[in-house]
């Protein structure tokens, strides 16, 4: 271990330094060599490698969202359109104390509780990596405010967005429907439909109505926009753009106005009106009331807002339209008469002694006619006219179900009519083999009777009485009811009108039809159970009214619509169709709680006809409730 | 004629050679900071302040008999000592290091005094003892250099602390510490190694896995070497072209004038640039090897030797840091990156050189 120099050896000394000098040398050679191995490997061997990790780093594809295709009536009325503004968006994960950053935002720009809440509900539903607004709306005031203090808030952010209004508010909801975020389940379903790529930088979908119906159209295609970034993020220049496509607007066969004289004609009631072009299937109007403010849900419902019209008890998140089933009461009847005449089961000029009530034979179980003392001699005309239940159970129990269930399914009762809105439920018309299935029991001759006036298992929406009047209207010939009229490309403005599809000829024969409509005429005249809503009008129109139980009456028991709670009165039917000889326009009217048809439904009825026919802007509603023309089992 | 003398009197201590390989780099320096800053000439100004208050050093050293050096070892090693005993107790806490030392007028770090004080305090010591060099001798010079090693890793300033270690590593070698001790040594460093690792500070463990496998955090502290070893993997033999470095202009690289210029560079400038600058780290390598080789005296010979060596060590382990195969100490690249303390204490360095090598040289002729 020692090394001893017992004397001192310069030159030696100097040739030990010299081998560890050189040494040294060969060390540094050999690390140098390591280093530049090394050099090579990453710029030469991995060369590639390493630059497309560099420009993935630095090129960041930034999609950008088209604008939505707007929603127009048929004369161009908007129904749904975009504007542009400002709001204040808080992306989560940025932000370290959430309820101190919105308190202290709270100190420069107007933030209600709802506008909490509906952050809150917008946090459960989003994910955190998301910007999502606590404001929207910004006034250039609180724009310029905020963005002095901006440093003030990591994670808070003014965006310029494209905003969705529905001018008419309540009115047309339903139809028009709205958009919201788009949520998980949503999310999902894009990715299954290989759409996500689409919705990139989209933050909203058509949830309902036609903004969900037409999506597809609306959305329009996702642009894209290269852009260099640097690590934080920060977009320092576009290296290249494809320009987003703007979805394509709607123009709707809906006439605006109408359905607003509609609406209102309908005052207070919950109701619901379809009014069809018998031509061709274009539906002109489109009601279900009440209705809400689609104009809520956009950027998320606040917690309050939501409740109250989820948990109303009028219901105005249902589309009614679309969705409600109600007994068809006697607005059945005129179909009943076709399939007696069409199944030779009655005569036109055959009679019936109407004493009030009809048993089934070897019975003594009385089915009531609404009018206790009976309508004496009643023929097919005046049955029609008067509404003679007693007539309806006699044909029934004669044509039997199976006749009544294959002549109605043909004008589209029990089945879905094929609209074009997503969400329409088929109704129901009974057969022996649903009940079977349904109950398993096997079909009564007393449930017959009971679908004979439309008071039986039968069940039908407005959309579908709207559509069999209308097939009705025009002799058999049915056309399938549809919202969109033409697609328009929003560059172009080239137009795309649609198809009208024709869904089915009933072949029927005309003399009845004639006589069928002409009844229906004279139910609007005097004599007619709507003698009142027909008074006056210039034209012809043929109706009929209807009453759709909503409780049970005992046997024996009277029914008191003034002792009835007001939502357990009858629902009040009214179909029409105008001007009789050559029909512009079929329609069915529903009023919940309406109690009769005549009183309730026609009028609204014949304030939609005046104006449709006329333009003829109407008087106040006056509803009338005495009891000319009562009608009920 | 006068004013001829003056010159040949001011560069009479300079070494031509050595110089015109510094100038080369530090052009270089000036040339890649103005890049990594994104044009910013303040930087680039304030760099040229650095080496030109360095170049005043390295002229002040070159022009100083080596007897002044020789006297001045045990001195600035002491200061350095009680500077750095000093720091333990009242230095100033940042970024969880205690590195700085506050003396009213300005911080100051004794560790980079250290630098040069260390292996000048060890050659010192050796030519003291140079008639019969025992291990003892060799023992004492080891703990000369192991305190304030000690001192300056327990900051912690790990980087640092093992840069002078290999100075003053070197030092022993070139003195001519036996192969068995240099071998017994390792063993007990290699049999140490679970020891020191416990003693370890988490962000210095972290460093080393980091080195393992950069990917494991790639966005917290792995981030920096992948994106630096994504900047020089990218440039490719040619390199993207002077200021057009993406990972560089766009922020993707961390301290970019200091650390990781080389970074910057390589990606700019490619393999050749990165080969060119191997070269030159070579040939001031090289001809410090020559001015080691011919110095006349013991003490000269293992000073000159350690400045080389720790010179090459530090320009070895910036670049093997930046490109991946060694952990990220904070080290910058000698005479490239952006720093006024850095460059004058290697800059005095060379100056030393000079100095060995023009004074012997008068001496002799």
Redesign the interface.
């Known amino acids: ?5 017992e004397f ?1 050896d310069t030159q030696r ?1 100097i040739h ?3 081998v ?2 050189a040494l ?2 060969g060390f ?2 050999l ?2 060599l ?3 191995a ?3 490997y ?3 061997i ?2 590639r ?3 497309t ?3 993935n ?2 090129i960041s594809i930034v999609p950008i969202a088209p604008s939505r295709g707007l929603i127009l009536d048929r004369n161009g009325v908007i129904l749904a359109h975009n504007y542009s503004a400002y709001t204040l968006e808080i992306t989560l994960n940025k932000v370290v104390d959430l309820k101190a950053t919105i308190d202290e935002l709270a100190k420069l720009i107007d933030i209600q509780p709802g506008d909490r809440k509906r952050f809150k509900r917008l946090l459960a539903d989003n994910r955190k990596f998301e910007s999502l607004p606590i404001r929207n709306r910004l006034t250039d005031d609180e724009v310029a405010r905020f963005s002095a203090q901006r440093y003030r808030f990591p994670g808070v952010e003014i965006k310029a967005r494209l905003f969705r209004e529905y001018p008419y508010h309540e009115q047309i909801s339903h139809l028009v429907g709205y958009i919201g975020r788009i949520n998980e389940g949503e999310a999902a379903q894009l990715e299954e439909d290989e759409m996500a790529a689409n919705y990139r930088g989209s933050d909203y979908i058509g949830k309902t109505g036609i903004e969900r119906s037409y999506e597809g159209e609306l959305h329009g295609k996702t642009g894209f926009q290269q852009v ?5 993020g920060r977009e ?1 220049r576009v290296l290249s753009r494809t320009p987003p496509v703007s979805g394509n607007n709607l123009v709707l066969t809906i006439d605006a106005k109408l359905q607003e004289i509609a609406e209102q004609a309908f005052g207070n009631y919950r109701g619901a009106l379809v009014a069809i072009d018998p031509s061709n299937g274009e539906v002109l109007a489109f009601v279900s009331k009440p209705g809400y403010d689609p104009n809520l849900f956009i950027d998320g419902i606040d917690e309050q807002s939501w409740n109250e019209l989820n948990n109303s008890p009028d219901v105005p998140l249902n589309n009614r339209a679309l969705r409600g089933q109600y007994s068809p009461g006697s607005t059945i009847k005129p179909f009943m008469a076709l399939a007696g005449l069409h199944y030779n089961k009655r005569a036109p000029g055959y009679t019936i002694s109407d004493p009030g009530y009809f048993s089934l034979p070897g019975s003594r179980h009385r089915y009531r006619d609404w009018k206790k003392d009976g309508h004496g001699s009643v023929d097919l005309f005046k049955s029609i006219v008067v509404s003679c239940d007693t007539y309806y159970y006699g044909l029934a129990t004669e044509l039997g179900i199976d006749n009544i269930y294959s002549f109605f399914s043909e004008f589209g009762f029990g089945k879905k009519t094929g609209i074009d809105m997503e969400g329409e439920v088929s109704g129901l018309m009974p057969s022996q083999e649903w009940k079977q299935k349904r109950y398993k029991q096997r079909w009564y001759a007393g449930d017959t009777v009971s679908v004979g006036i439309g008071q039986g298992y039968n069940l039908v929406t407005p959309l579908q009485l709207a559509y069999a009047t209308a097939t009705l209207a025009n002799d058999g010939v049915a056309y399938r009811p549809h919202l969109l009229k033409e697609v328009q490309n929003s560059r172009t403005s080239e137009k795309q009108a649609l198809a009208t599809t024709l869904e089915s000829n009933l072949n029927l024969n005309s003399e009845h039809l004639a006589l069928v409509k002409s009844a229906m005429v004279a139910v609007t005249q005097p004599g007619g159970t709507a003698a009142k809503a027909g008074a006056g009008a210039p034209y012809t129109f043929a109706g009929k009214t209807g009453t759709a139980q909503v409780i049970g009456i005992k046997q024996g028991e009277k029914y008191i619509e003034s002792k009835i709670q007001e939502r357990h009165r009858d629902h009040a039917w009214f179909m029409a169709f105008a001007p009789s000889d050559q029909p512009k326009i079929a329609l069915a009217v529903l009023v919940e709680n309406g109690g009769h048809g005549s009183s309730t439904a026609a009028p609204i009825a014949r304030k939609v006809l005046d104006y449709f026919l006329l333009g003829k802007m109407p008087q106040p509603l006056l509803i009338e409730d005495d009891a000319e023309g009562v009608e009920h089992d | 004629m006068i004013k001829r003398r003056l010159w040949q009197n001011f560069i009479a201590h300079l070494d031509p050679i050595l110089l015109a390989l510094l100038g080369l780099l530090l052009l270089i320096s000036l040339v890649v900071i103005y890049s990594a800053s994104d044009g910013n000439w303040f930087r680039v100004l304030a760099q040229m302040t650095n080496i030109l208050v360095a170049c005043v050093a390295l002229w002040i050293v070159a022009n100083m008999p080596l007897h002044y050096l020789m006297r001045a070892a045990v001195p600035v090693y002491l200061l350095g000592l009680v500077l750095l005993i000093a720091v333990a107790f009242f230095g100033e806490i940042t970024n969880g290091a205690r590195r700085w030392l506050n003396i009213g007028v300005t911080t100051i770090q004794p560790s980079e005094l250290m630098r040069i004080a260390v292996p000048l305090m060890m050659a010192w010591y050796f030519e003291k003892h140079e008639a019969i060099l025992t291990l003892k001798n060799y023992f004492i010079a080891t703990l000369l250099l192991l305190l304030p090693v000690a001192l300056i890793a327990r900051q912690p300033d790990l980087g640092t602390a093992i840069l002078i270690a290999a100075s003053g590593f070197y030092v022993l070698f070139l003195a001519g510490i036996s192969w068995r001790v240099i071998l017994t040594f390792l063993i007990i460093l290699v049999a140490s190694m679970p020891l020191a690792w416990s003693t370890l500070h988490d962000y210095q463990r972290h460093r080393i896995m980091m080195l393992l496998d950069p990917a494991q955090d790639a966005l917290g502290r792995g981030y920096h070497t992948i994106q630096a070893i994504i900047a020089v993997g990218s440039g490719g033999v040619f390199g993207k072209g002077y200021l057009s470095g993406t990972q560089s202009h766009l922020d993707f690289l961390p301290e970019r004038t200091t650390d990781f210029i080389f970074a910057v560079y390589s990606e700019e400038f490619g393999l050749l640039g990165n080969m060119v600058l191997l070269s030159l780290y070579l040939f001031v390598i090289m001809r410090g090897f020559v001015i080691t080789a011919h110095a006349s005296t013991y003490f000269t010979r293992l000073m000159a030797g350690s400045i080389t060596l720790t010179f090459f060590t530090y320009a070895f382990v910036n670049m093997g840091m930046v490109s991946g195969i060694l952990p990220v100490v904070g080290v910058p690249l000698p005479l490239i990156s952006y720093g006024g303390t850095s460059m004058v204490i290697l800059l005095l360095g060379f100056g030393i050189l000079m100095s060995i090598h023009t004074h012997k040289k008068l001496v002799q002729t």
Request: charge should be positive; proline fraction near 0%; aromatic fraction near 10%.
């Open positions: 271990m020692k090394r001893h120099i001192k000394e030990y330094f010299r560890r000098l040294s040398l540094v050679l690390l140098l390591i280093l530049l090394r050099f090579v990453l710029q030469v991995q060369q490698h390493y630059q990790l560099a420009e780093n630095r260099e970034v640097d690590a934080g320092v």
